[in-house]
């Protein structure tokens, strides 16, 4: 079979852990025997940042301005702990939240859904996919560990100097504590809100927003004043054509709805509210590793991900020589979705094809009963085997290579 030629590169930024194990694994084994591939890596390995001071990942956020499409392995957040673990010079900020300060955007999440792991939510029969916004807010923060009596302000300075203060809070030297400052921006917010309200047209599903503008009056408050005026100025009508609603919802209201709803919706989530529910969402469908994530910008690049870690427990099992059964639905979905957007960008049929095919192969796989162990506790009926890591990636192989032949 001749392979599949590229035009352009896609950014590959590979990471740690278990992850980065099957990370060459799924190039070798699902995509270098199809297609020629392209891309520009940068190792993301906790060392190398902390090797080049986290230049690189700077640098891989850069060369996503240029090729707008990457892929991304699931990389170590240090906290003290690994900060000991790898000897690092610092606790490196989250390479995810750096590179989405950069980029913008939001990130959708979307289970990927197979028939024999039905979700434990029993009433939920079409996905819930999660939108969520990827700019600012706690990823952005600055603080404070507070160890001496003192005043806690909020201060803004403007550009001419004119100092606008709120007192936070008093410390009277009786106990230590913390201080945590955050921003976001309304063009950011606006973009988000753009980005949810057309990827529910497009979906066809209804819309909705939550936060807590009922604690939060100025901060939260103006997230969902961004949502309402932009649904009222540009998506009512629209959404009226499409059979869809847009709704918003106090937090707390919002995922006490959700648990009963039928699903089939696109929950639009603030940074924070999207990383745990998205997490949740997910394991409801059986495993952190059924659910595709992308992070979609406003200056139209694709940053495609998995939305589990490095999957550390199973590393160390790998580590002590044991066969371990990683799930890698996600990451090889990461690659399906970056190749099928370098294809839709080129014009390329063949590597839109091949993307399907490879997604295709994978739900298959499962479908038949052949499934890491972490997601087979929950399928019915049960599989007869558990797979390993490496023979789920040979499975899927053996699926792809006749979808592809047919
Ligand atoms: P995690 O790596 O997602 O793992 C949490 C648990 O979920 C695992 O212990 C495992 O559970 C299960 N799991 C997740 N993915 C799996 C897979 N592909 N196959 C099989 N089981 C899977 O999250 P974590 O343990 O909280 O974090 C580990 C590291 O990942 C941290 O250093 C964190 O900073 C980093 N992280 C990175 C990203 C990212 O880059 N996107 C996201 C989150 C966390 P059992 O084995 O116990 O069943
Ligand atoms: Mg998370």
Redesign the pocket.
């Known amino acids: 079979m001749k392979k599949i030629q590229m035009q352009n590169p896609i950014v590959e930024m590979d990471?740690?852990?278990?992850?980065r194990v099957v990370w060459p694994m799924i190039k070798d084994i699902l995509l270098k025997p199809f297609v020629e591939l392209k891309t520009e890596y940068y190792d993301l390995h906790i060392k190398n940042r902390d090797d080049t001071d986290d230049k690189v990942t700077l640098a891989a956020a850069a060369a996503m301005k240029v090729h707008k499409v990457g892929v991304?392995?699931?990389?170590?957040?240090?906290?003290a702990a690994?900060v000991q673990e790898y000897d690092l010079k610092k606790m490196w900020k989250?390479?995810?939240g750096t590179i989405r300060a950069i980029l913008d955007g939001t990130v959708f999440r979307q289970p990927i859904i197979v028939k024999n792991v039905r979700p434990f939510v029993r009433n939920w029969q079409k996905p819930i996919i999660i939108g969520r916004h990827a700019y600012g807010d706690v990823y952005k923060n600055a603080e404070i560990f507070v160890d001496t009596p003192g005043k806690a302000e909020l201060v803004f300075t403007d550009d001419k100097g004119n100092e606008t203060r709120k007192e936070i809070a008093s410390f009277d030297g009786s106990s230590t504590g913390v201080l945590q400052g955050m921003h976001n921006l309304t063009a950011s917010i606006t973009s988000f809100a753009k980005s949810c309200f057309e990827y529910a047209l497009d979906q066809k599903v209804d819309l909705w927003f939550s936060s807590k503008d009922t604690i939060s009056k100025i901060y939260d408050h103006h997230f969902m004043d961004v949502f309402a005026d932009l649904y009222e100025k540009d998506y009512q009508q629209k959404f009226a054509a499409a059979g869809i609603e847009y709704r918003y919802f106090l937090i707390d209201g919002a995922i006490a709805k959700i648990m009963q709803c039928k699903g089939g919706l696109l929950w639009a989530c603030k940074n924070y509210d999207g990383d745990v529910m998205s997490?949740m969402l997910a394991?409801s469908y059986g495993?952190?590793?059924m659910m595709s994530?992308v992070l979609v910008s406003p200056y139209g690049y694709f940053l495609y991900?998995?939305?589990?870690?490095?999957?550390?427990?199973?590393y160390y099992q790998h580590l002590k020589g044991e066969e371990v059964?990683?799930?890698?639905?996600?990451?090889i979905f990461a690659w399906s979705g970056a190749l099928g957007k370098r294809g839709e960008m080129d014009g390329n049929k063949e590597l839109v094809r091949f993307a399907k095919k490879l997604e295709k192969a994978t739900v298959s796989t499962i479908e038949a009963g052949l499934m890491?162990?972490?997601?087979a506790m929950f399928a019915t009926p049960k599989p007869e085997k558990i797979v390993t890591?490496e023979e789920f990636l040979q499975e899927i192989g053996k699926r792809l290579k006749s979808l592809l032949d047919a």
């Open positions: 990471g740690d852990e278990m992850t991304k392995n699931a990389t170590i957040t240090p906290n690994r989250s390479p995810n997490d394991s495993s952190l590793a994530s991900d998995a939305a589990h870690g490095t999957v550390q427990d199973l059964s990683i799930n890698s639905t996600a990451l890491t162990g972490e997601l890591g």
